[in-house]
C-alpha cells in the first residue's frame, strides 16, 4: 500500500516538487463527504461560473515579424529566461526557424520517411505561442476555483500538491482523512504520463478495504480520447462548469492591464482572425468558436504542424493536456445552425455552427475560411436587398449576370461558382460512361437527341425551430429546378440550342432528364463537397432573414445593418470577377464541356449537343416551422448541445456525429459583460444593513418587555 505523505515530502526520482498553493479558510461547516466528487451521491456545482488568470505573454499578440538578427541577439538575454518577456519569444522563434530548416536539410540530403511540414508563418506560431504561456496561471487559477465551489478549505483537511509516495505522482487537492484525490485539469485533455501513475495508484488501492478515490476535475467535458482513456483506467472524472476569463495583457516591463478580448473588438473595429458575426461597434466575446476555428490551419500539413508545435508548447509549459486540438471535426461542413438575439438584452448574439465529426487523429483544416464565409455571407444578406441575390449565366445574357454590389462579395462569388459547378455537374451525369449515361442517351428521341434546357438552384423549403427568441436550423435543403428553353448563342461547332427538333422530342426528352440526371444534380448540390459552400452560405441565409424579420418589429442587434447596402467591411477576401466566371462557362459552352460524343455499334459517330443555362436565385425562401412538442422528441440534446458550444465542442446525440462550436458578441466590453457580481456579503456595508432589522426587533421586543412586567406589577392589563 502506497502512503500519503503532506505537501512537504521529497519526491521520487524524476520528479520537481511543485510549490504548493495555500488553500483557503473557509467559514461554515465542510461538505458532505457524499456530496463531493468521489462520494456516493456527488452534487452539482451548480451553473457555470468565470474565473480569472493571468498570461504574462498576452503582450506579445499581434507584434511584428522580428528581424533574424532580432531575434539571434535575443539568445544570450537574460530575459530569455524570463516568461512572458519579448526576448524568450525571440528566442524560442529563432530556435523554431532553426530546428525546421535543419529538419527540412537532412531530409534533402536523405529523402526517407515523412516530408518535414512547411514552416508555419510569424503570425501562426504567434498564436500557437502565446497561449500556452499563461497555462500554468490558468491551471492554477482553475485550481482555486474549483476549491472554492466544492468548499475544499484548508481548515477541513484539504491541502495541494499531495505527493503519492509509491507512485511518484502529486495529485492537485487532496483530503488524507476522506481518502479523496482530484487532478484538477483545467483544459480538455489529460497527462498520458500522469495517467500511467495514477493506474499504478488505482491498482494499489484495490486491495484495501478503504481504498482511496482518484477523481479528475476538468471545466468542460473533456475529449472523447480522454474520455476513453479514463474509462479505460477506471478513473471517473466530475465537471465543474467554468469559463476562463484573461485578465491582464502586460509584460514584465510593460506593467498589465485588463484585456477586452484577443479576439477583436470596437478598438478601430477593424476586423481579427477571430472575427465571427462581430458587427460594428460589438465585441467578440471569448467562446469555443472564435478560439478553436481562428486557429485551424488552412491546409492539412499546415495543422498538422500547428498541433505538432502546440504540443511542444504545452509540454515545456508543464500542461501537456491542455494543448488545444481540434482534430476529429471536418470543418469543409460548417454551418451557422443556431442564433439568438436575447444576449445582452439584444445588444449582442449568440451562435452556433454546427460541423461533421471526422475521426479524432484526422487533421482539421479550412476552419477559419469557412467561418469568414459563413459570417461575411450571414451580414451581406443583411445589408443587400433579396433581390439582389440571384445570379445568372446564360450566354445570351451577358450583361445580366449578378447584381452590382451582390458581384463584390464572396456569396456572390459562391451562387456563380455553383451555377458553373452544376453545369459541369450535368456533363458528369449524362457522359456515356457515367453509371446512367447510356441509359439517358437510349432514352431521348430525334435525330440530333438535342437537349436544351434552363436549369436553377433555388432554396427548399427550410424547417426551423423559432421561438422568437431563439432560432435552430434543423435543415436547409437545396432544389434544383429545370425546364427546356431554346438558347440563342452558338454553341460547339456554331451551332445554337436545339431550335429544329421537334417538339415531342423536345418535351420527351425533358421528360427523360428530369427522371435520370436530374435527381443526381439534386443530391450532388445538396451533399457533394464542390457545393459545400453554396450550403454554408444558404444557412446563413436562413439565420439573416430570421434577424431581418426580427428587426422590422423590435430592435436586434443588427436592426443598423438591415437594407443599407454597404458591403464594404465584408467585401469578397478572393480576388475574382463576375465576368471572369461567365467567361468560363462560355469557355466550357463553346469548347465542347457539354457536348456528348459517342460511337454507335455499328460504328458511327454520333454527336449529341446539351444547352445548358439558368442561375441560383436566393430572393426567397420558405420555411416550415416545428412545433417545441416535435422539436423536444426529435431534437432533444440539440438545445443544450448549442448552448454548451460556448465552451467547447458539443455534439447532439449519443452517436455524437455531429460538432457543435459556439460563440457570442456584444456591445460592451467582455470585461464588463462577464464580471462576475460582487457578493452583497463581501461589502462590509451589508452587514450593518442586515444588522439593522435585527436590532430593531430586539429593541422593540425589550421596550415590550419592560412594559409588560410594569403593566405586571401595577395590575393593570397591557
Not at 484 to 500: E, F, T
Request: with cysteine; glycine share 8%; hydrophobic share 35%.
Amino acid at each position: 500500500m502506497t502512503a500519503l505523505v503532506g505537501p512537504i515530502a521529497s519526491p521520487g526520482s524524476g520528479s520537481a516538487a511543485p510549490k504548493p498553493v495555500p488553500l483557503p479558510k473557509l467559514d461554515g461547516t465542510p461538505p458532505r463527504p457524499n456530496t463531493l466528487p468521489g462520494g456516493t451521491s456527488p452534487a452539482s456545482a451548480g451553473p457555470r461560473q468565470t474565473y480569472d488568470y493571468e498570461n504574462p505573454a498576452e503582450w506579445l499578440r499581434d507584434r511584428p515579424e522580428p528581424d533574424d538578427f532580432e531575434a539571434a541577439a535575443a539568445q544570450n538575454s537574460p530575459k530569455a529566461e524570463i516568461p512572458g518577456t519579448w526576448e524568450r519569444c525571440l528566442k524560442r522563434w529563432h530556435d523554431y526557424q532553426l530546428d525546421k530548416k535543419n529538419k527540412q536539410a537532412n531530409y534533402d540530403l536523405n529523402p526517407v520517411g515523412k516530408k518535414p511540414s512547411p514552416m508555419l508563418p510569424w503570425e501562426k506560431w504567434l498564436r500557437q505561442y502565446i497561449p500556452n504561456q499563461g497555462n500554468d496561471n490558468q491551471g492554477s487559477a482553475f485550481r482555486m476555483h474549483v476549491a472554492q465551489r466544492l468548499r475544499l478549505g484548508a481548515n477541513f483537511g484539504w491541502q495541494t500538491e499531495s505527493y503519492v509516495q509509491g507512485v511518484n505522482r502529486y495529485y492537485d487537492l487532496a483530503n488524507e482523512k476522506l481518502g479523496l484525490f482530484y487532478e484538477v485539469k483545467s483544459g480538455r485533455g489529460i497527462d498520458k504520463n500522469e495517467l500511467a501513475r495514477d493506474k499504478a495508484f488505482i491498482e494499489a488501492e484495490r486491495g484495501s478495504s478503504t481504498p482511496r478515490k482518484l477523481v479528475y476535475i476538468f471545466p468542460e467535458e473533456p475529449t472523447k480520447a480522454a474520455k476513453a482513456a479514463l474509462r479505460e483506467a477506471g478513473i471517473p472524472y466530475f465537471v465543474v462548469s467554468a469559463q476562463k476569463n484573461l485578465m491582464a495583457r502586460g509584460g514584465p516591463d510593460q506593467g498589465t492591464a485588463e484585456s477586452d478580448d484577443p479576439n477583436g473588438g470596437p478598438q478601430g473595429d477593424t476586423p481579427s482572425p477571430g472575427d465571427i458575426l462581430r458587427g460594428p461597434g460589438q465585441y467578440q466575446a471569448p467562446a469555443a468558436a472564435p478560439a478553436y476555428i481562428a486557429d485551424s490551419g488552412d491546409t492539412a500539413e499546415e495543422a498538422a504542424e500547428q498541433r505538432e508545435v502546440n504540443q511542444q508548447f504545452a509540454t515545456e509549459s508543464g500542461h501537456p493536456e491542455m494543448a488545444q486540438d481540434l482534430g476529429g471535426v471536418d470543418f469543409s461542413t460548417l454551418e451557422l445552425r443556431y442564433v439568438s438575439d436575447t444576449y445582452h438584452n439584444g445588444s449582442g448574439v449568440q451562435y452556433a455552427f454546427k460541423a461533421d465529426a471526422s475521426p479524432a487523429d484526422q487533421e482539421s483544416f479550412g476552419g477559419r475560411r469557412a467561418a469568414r464565409l459563413a459570417s461575411d455571407s450571414f451580414f451581406v444578406w443583411l445589408e443587400l436587398p433579396p433581390s439582389a441575390f440571384t445570379v445568372n449565366l446564360n450566354p445570351d445574357e451577358p450583361d445580366r449576370i449578378i447584381d452590382e454590389q451582390f458581384g463584390k462579395t464572396d456569396a456572390g462569388r459562391v451562387l456563380l461558382e455553383a451555377d458553373l459547378a452544376m453545369k459541369k455537374s450535368v456533363a458528369q451525369f449524362i457522359h456515356p460512361d457515367a453509371p446512367d449515361g447510356n441509359k439517358f442517351w437510349a432514352a431521348l428521341q430525334g435525330d440530333t437527341k438535342c437537349l436544351s434546357m434552363r436549369q436553377w438552384i433555388v432554396p427548399d423549403t427550410a424547417t426551423v425551430r423559432d421561438d422568437d427568441n431563439e432560432l435552430y436550423i434543423l435543415d436547409a435543403p437545396l432544389l434544383v429546378k429545370m425546364e427546356s428553353d431554346i438558347v440563342k448563342a452558338q454553341g460547339v461547332g456554331g451551332a445554337s440550342g436545339c431550335g429544329q427538333q421537334d417538339e415531342a422530342s423536345t418535351r420527351h426528352n425533358e421528360e427523360v432528364y428530369r427522371t435520370t440526371i436530374l435527381p443526381q444534380v439534386q443530391e450532388a448540390v445538396n451533399h457533394a463537397p464542390e457545393y459545400a459552400d453554396l450550403r454554408r452560405v444558404y444557412a446563413s441565409r436562413v439565420a439573416a432573414e430570421w434577424f431581418r424579420l426580427r428587426s422590422s418589429t423590435k430592435n436586434t442587434a443588427y436592426s443598423d445593418l438591415i437594407g443599407k447596402g454597404d458591403i464594404s467591411r465584408w467585401a469578397s477576401r478572393e480576388g475574382w470577377t463576375p465576368r471572369e466566371v461567365f467567361d468560363r462557362y462560355v469557355q466550357s459552352y463553346k469548347n465542347g464541356e457539354f457536348n456528348v460524343t459517342h460511337t454507335t455499334t455499328e460504328g458511327n459517330i454520333v454527336y449529341t449537343s446539351t444547352y445548358v443555362y439558368g442561375g441560383v436565385d436566393f430572393s426567397r425562401i420558405e420555411q416550415n416551422h416545428v412545433s417545441a412538442a416535435a422539436f423536444a422528441k426529435d431534437h432533444p440534446s440539440l438545445a443544450s448541445s448549442a448552448r454548451e458550444s460556448l465552451n467547447g465542442p458539443s455534439s447532439e446525440g449519443s452517436e455524437e456525429n455531429d460538432v457543435w462550436l459556439g460563440g457570442q458578441t456584444t456591445a460592451v466590453p467582455t470585461a464588463e459583460a462577464f464580471a462576475v457580481p460582487v457578493p452583497a456579503s463581501s461589502k462590509p456595508l451589508f452587514y450593518l444593513l442586515a444588522a439593522l432589522p435585527l436590532a430593531a426587533w430586539i429593541v422593540t421586543g425589550g421596550v415590550l418587555l419592560r412594559r409588560r412586567r410594569a403593566n405586571s406589577a401595577t395590575g393593570a392589563r397591557p
